[in-house]
Every structure is written in C-alpha cells, then in structure tokens.
T-cell receptor, first 120, second 113 residues
Framework: GAVVSQHPSWVICKSGTSVKIECRSL??????MFWYRQFPKQSLMLMAT?????????EQGVEKDKFLINHASLTLSTLTVTSAHPEDSSFYIC????????????????FGPGTRLLVL | AQSVTQLGSHVSVSEGALVLLRCNYS??????LFWYVQYPNQGLQLLLK??????LVKGINGFEAEFKKSETSFHLTKPSAHMSDAAEYFC???????????FGKGTRLSVIA
C-alpha cells in the first residue's frame, strides 16, 4: 500500500517549452501533496505544498508563474514547468500525505520515484 | 521552526559492521521524526518513523532508531551492514498537522566488501 507514481520518469526538452509532471497516489487519497526539487548530491528542497481544490502554497524563492501546480483531485497533482530553461534541469520528486484513518496521525509522506528533467 | 543536522555527509563501513548514521533535530513543537533511504535515481523510501510512541523505533531492512529528547537526537543504526544498504539516507522532521517535512542534507553510506 501507499504507492505514489510519477510520470514521466525522465524528460528531455528544448529551452522555452513547457513540461508537465504528474504525481498520483495509486491506492490512497492524498489530502496534501508536496513537490520537491533535488540537485545532484544534495538534499530535497521543498518547492510547494498543494491541497486538493485549493491554491498551492509556494516556498520563498519559488516562482509561482514558472512552476504551476494543480491538485485537481485527491489522487492527482501536476507540476508544470513553464518556459523551461537549462537551469530548471533537476530531479523533481513529489510526495503525498494520506488522509488519516481514525486513530492515525496522518503525518507520514510517501514519495514518488522522481522525474529527471533535462532542458537543452 | 524546525531543522535537522546530519553529522557526516559520507559514512563508510565494512560489510557486517555496525552502521551508525547521526541525526540531531531542532523543533519548537513535539517533533515527528523520519528516516528515508534513497537509491540512485529513485525516490525516497520510508525506513522508520517516530511519532511520540515508543522511543526505540524499528524499521524495515533491520534498521532502528532511538529518539532521545535530552540529546535532541534520532540516530539510525543497523547491527550488521549489507552491501545492499549502500545508499543515501535522509533524516527529516515535521510537526503535527499539515506541516511539511524538513530534511537534513543526507548521509551517503558506502559498504565495503
């Protein structure tokens, strides 16, 4: 249980194009999804928090207009990198926090396998 | 505010030796603490978590961690390292409710045959 998928797993695109990355919780409903960015040999940096049906909350320094996040359902969130440039090349990872069952705290996040983006 | 410090960006152990990865946290609220493992080009897999129940937490693959409030630590241990344990390990902290995880910088574990 608690499986999160991402699609695509890797993408190469030309500078100036937009890229959409999907994050799905396969066997649970996720009240909250998170998007992270990871540079080589570094830790994960939180980009934004998204709750189903509401606007995403972006971390300081993350451009809202460049990284569009949509959380249309309890099992799907998308990150669109608009007008991508080489400096946007990175490993993007999503995570999902399940809606807690009675007696649970619901504090655990489950991570997707990541999407590697290369912008030429 | 919450933060995590992982001591040692790289730890190398011999196969069969004790694994000790250090994590210290700072939190203004009762913390939830996690250890995740990341294999190359993959996402993060939850090893174990502390959520204010037992202070000694057992996880998958033979790993365990002990929450020590007095030392603000949550070190990860495994009695005997396997080659398959070689990976990047991240300690993370969060608060209650909908707070996001705050990650440490990670510790790369190498296992020498």
């Amino acid at each position: 249980g608690a499986v999160v998928s991402q699609h695509p797993s890797w993408v190469i695109c030309k500078s100036g194009t937009s890229v959409k990355i999907e994050c799905r919780s396969l066997d649970f409903q996720a009240t909250t999804m998170f998007w992270y960015r990871q540079f080589p040999k570094q830790s994960l940096m939180l980009m934004a928090t998204s709750n189903e049906g509401s606007k995403a909350t972006y971390e300081q320094g993350v451009e809202k207009d460049k990284f569009l996040i949509n959380h249309a359902s309890l099992t799907l969130s998308t990150l669109t990198v608009t007008s991508a440039h080489p400096e946007d090349s990175s490993f993007y990872i999503c995570s999902a926090r399940p809606h807690p069952l009675p007696g649970e705290l619901g504090e655990t996040q489950y991570f997707g396998p990541g999407t590697r983006l290369l912008v030429l | 505010a919450q933060s995590v410090t992982q001591l040692g960006s790289h730890v190398s152990v011999s196969e069969g030796a004790l694994v000790l990865l250090r994590c210290n946290y700072s939190s203004s609220v009762p913390p939830y603490l996690f250890w995740y493992v990341q294999y190359p080009n993959q996402g993060l897999q939850l090893l174990l978590k502390y959520t204010s129940a037992a202070t000694l937490v057992k996880g998958i693959n033979g790993f365990e961690a002990e929450f020590k409030k007095s030392e603000t630590s949550f070190h990860l241990t495994k009695p005997s390292a396997h080659m398959s344990d070689a990976a990047e390990y991240f300690c993370a902290v969060s608060g209650a409710g909908n707070t996001p995880l705050v990650f440490g910088k990670g510790t790369r574990l190498s296992v020498i045959a």
